[in-house]
Antibody, heavy 119, light 111 residues
Framework: QVQLQESGPGLVKPSETLSLTCAVSGYSISSGYYWGWIRQPPGKGLEWIGNIYHSGTTFYNPSLKSRVTISVDTSKNQFSLKLNSVTAADTAVYYC????????????WGQGTLVTVSS | QSVLTQPPSVSGAPGQRVTLSCTGSSSNIGANYDVHWYQQFPRTAPKLLIYGNSNWPLGVPDRFSGSKSGTSASLAITGLQAEDEADYYCQSYDSSLSGVVFGGGTKLTVL
């Protein structure tokens, strides 16, 4: 059973960097698939942030690209998200998820973690 | 403003059939990229409901069905049940953005 679990600070100050990690169990990241981040502001819809392949190849949402870095650590079977220069608009539940390479759907999701940007 | 357009809300009585729409453009649905649907209950992660326009993941009842035509897609739910009350999101890929795109979501209310 594939499981994903997000972790990281729940509160980040404006202008600082949001950092989250997604630990994957039940499947080796090195075996394939894209690994992605999606966020959902309170009461709003889903927004794709970006994906990474086990080789380190990344794809980012153009609207966030200048502030986002996604990295992978295959030795720990986890991948990470960094979003810099955050504002209140970045307050959201952040999900990590697994995405097929051949098509674009996400089949396994983490439970999500709420990150609030506030001083 | 989401790239894929969904009606904010839809409602139906138990036992009825409802259809949720998802409208895109020539750079996503119209470019023959697959459409996928997710179901989300409050305070939980989205769950894959339909993939590849019309396919069911294991465990999803066939009361849910998906279709695609031109630049639009639809999710139909037959035999509506109270437990179907949730938010539903469509998702595809956009070649202009070179990335994944979601609809704004539709809140389904079972009357």
């Amino acid at each position: 059973q594939v499981q994903l679990q997000e972790s990281g600070p729940g509160l980040v100050k404006p202008s600082e960097t949001l950092s989250l990690t997604c630990a994957v169990s039940g499947y080796s990241i090195s075996s394939g698939y894209y690994w992605g981040w999606i966020r959902q502001p309170p009461g709003k819809g889903l927004e794709w942030i970006g994906n990474i392949y086990h080789s380190g190849t990344t794809f980012y949402n153009p609207s966030l690209k200048s502030r986002v870095t996604i990295s992978v650590d295959t030795s720990k079977n986890q991948f990470s998200l960094k979003l810099n220069s955050v504002t209140a608009a970045d307050t959201a539940v952040y999900y990590c998820a697994r995405r097929l390479v051949a098509t674009s759907y996400f089949d396994y999701w983490g439970q999500g973690t709420l990150v609030t940007v506030s001083s | 403003q989401s790239v894929l357009t969904q009606p904010p809300s839809v409602s139906g009585a138990p036992g009825q059939r409802v259809t949720l729409s998802c409208t895109g453009s020539s750079s996503n649905i119209g470019a023959n990229y697959d459409v996928h649907w997710y179901q989300q209950f409050p305070r939980t992660a989205p769950k894959l409901l339909i993939y590849g326009n019309s396919n069911w993941p294991l465990g999803v009842p066939d009361r849910f069905s998906g279709s695609k035509s031109g630049t639009s897609a639809s999710l139909a739910i037959t035999g509506l049940q109270a437990e179907d009350e949730a938010d539903y999101y469509c998702q595809s890929y956009d070649s202009s953005l070179s990335g994944v795109v979601f609809g704004g979501g539709t809140k389904l209310t079972v009357l």
